[in-house]
Structure formats: C-alpha cells, structure tokens
C-alpha cells in the first residue's frame, strides 16, 4: 500500500463548478500538508500549505486536514478553464529536512 | 519571489553519455532536491542536500550522484546515461523547515 493515495482522475467539470480533491494517508506522523498544481510540462506551483488539522483558505482555494481521518482536501471554487491542470498533495512528518511524499496526482478538466 | 532555474528544458543524449542537470536558486534555501517525475509512479526523490558538500540518498539513488559546492547550485550527474532514465527532472529547494519550490524541470530523453 502507498503512503499517500490520490485518485489520478482525470476529473471533468464545467466552469464554476465546485471542485473537490482528494488524498488520503497512512503515516499518522505527518503533520505538514501541501498541494502543488502543476500545468502540463512544467514544474509544481506551491498553492496551499498548511500544518497539522484545520482549514485554511486563499482566494477560491481551501484546504482541509483532518488528522483523525487521515484524509485531506482542496476545495476548488468558481472553477476556471485556467484551473485544468493536475493538482499533487504532498506531505512531510518532519519541517527539517522536509522529506515530501507525494501522491500521484489527479488530473483536473475544467471546460467552458 | 523564489525562483529556480533549470540548465535545459529539454536534452537527448546517447545511451552510455555523461550528462549534468544543474539547478539554481536564488532565495539562499539551505535544502535543494532532485527528482524524477514518469506517469503513473508520481515524483520520486533521487538525492538532496542540506547544505553545501552534504547530501543524502532518496528512494532511487541507483545510477545518478550530486554534486553541492555552491549553496545556489545542485547538480544531477548520470555517469552512463541508460533509456531507462528518459524522464521529466526536476528540482526543488526549501529554506529549512518550510515546504519546496520546484524550477520547471528537464525533459530528458536517451536514445
């Protein structure tokens, strides 16, 4: 079993949809969360980070942690053709040396 | 805003060729990171460094070595270049207990 598990999609929405993605865990000593959007032929963008459980929000974008479950989220809002792209979690037990697993990435249509 | 540089956007090179990857940062980031990127197995680290002249093995060191001799800069060697190292490269850098930064990764093909 992977450590971090992502459905790779692809997903398809239309513009202005809500658009939710997903990862789930199994290190209970992770503690820092990232998701990377990352357009096709590039590198990954940093687009939220967060530590330990919460919420945190940046424009149309939120990002859930919930530890218990080992289960994270980003909640895309008002979904835009300029979202489609595919979205990597990511996540570290330690902020040192900051080791990342990844997840496989999902990859996100957003059509007008 | 952090920025990473990459050599080469895109390089072919023989089967058996020495090849250097080189990455620089700009932002005095203490950790730097290579990996590879291939469809359906996600991005897999290869070395990092945290510091200069250190460096440390990831989950796929076979086949590849690094060189840090400058804090800014991160090198990826293949010393006998195989097809199955035809991949997407790419290198991060963080500041120490924070997340990474990508640079826009080499698509490196061997024929």
């Known amino acids: 079993q992977k450590e971090v598990e992502q459905d790779p999609g692809p997903l398809s929405v239309p513009e202005g949809a809500i658009v939710s993605l997903n990862c789930t865990y199994s290190?209970?000593?992770?503690?820092?969360f990232m998701w990377y959007r990352q357009y096709s032929r590039k590198g990954p963008e940093l687009l939220m980070y967060?530590?330990?459980?919460g919420n945190k929000e940046d424009g149309r974008f939120t990002a859930q942690v919930d530890k218990s479950s080992k289960y994270i989220s980003l909640f895309i809002r008002d979904s835009q053709p300029s979202d489609s792209a595919t979205y990597l979690c990511?996540?570290?037990?330690?902020?040192?040396?900051?080791?990342?697993?990844f997840g496989a990435g999902t990859r996100l249509a957003v059509h007008p | 805003d952090v920025k990473v540089t990459q050599s080469s956007r895109y390089l072919v090179k023989r089967t058996g060729e020495k090849v250097f990857l080189e990455c620089v940062q700009d932002?005095?980031?203490?950790?730097m990171f290579w990996y590879r990127q291939d469809p359906g197995l996600g991005l897999r680290l290869i070395y990092f460094?945290?510091?200069?002249?250190?460096?440390e093995k990831g989950d796929i060191p076979e086949g590849y070595s690094v060189s840090r001799e400058k804090k800014e800069r991160f090198s990826l060697i293949l010393e006998s270049a195989s097809t199955n190292q035809t991949s997407m490269y790419l290198c991060?850098?963080?500041?120490?207990?924070?997340?990474?930064?990508f640079g826009p990764g080499t698509r490196l093909t061997v024929l």
């Open positions: 991060a850098s963080s500041p120490a207990g924070s997340t990474q930064y």
């Open positions: 290190n209970s000593a992770f503690q820092y």
């Open positions: 967060t530590y330990s459980s």
């Open positions: 990511a996540m570290s037990a330690r902020g040192g040396y900051n080791k990342l697993i």
């Open positions: 932002m005095d980031h203490e950790n």
């Open positions: 460094s945290y510091d200069v002249k250190m460096k």
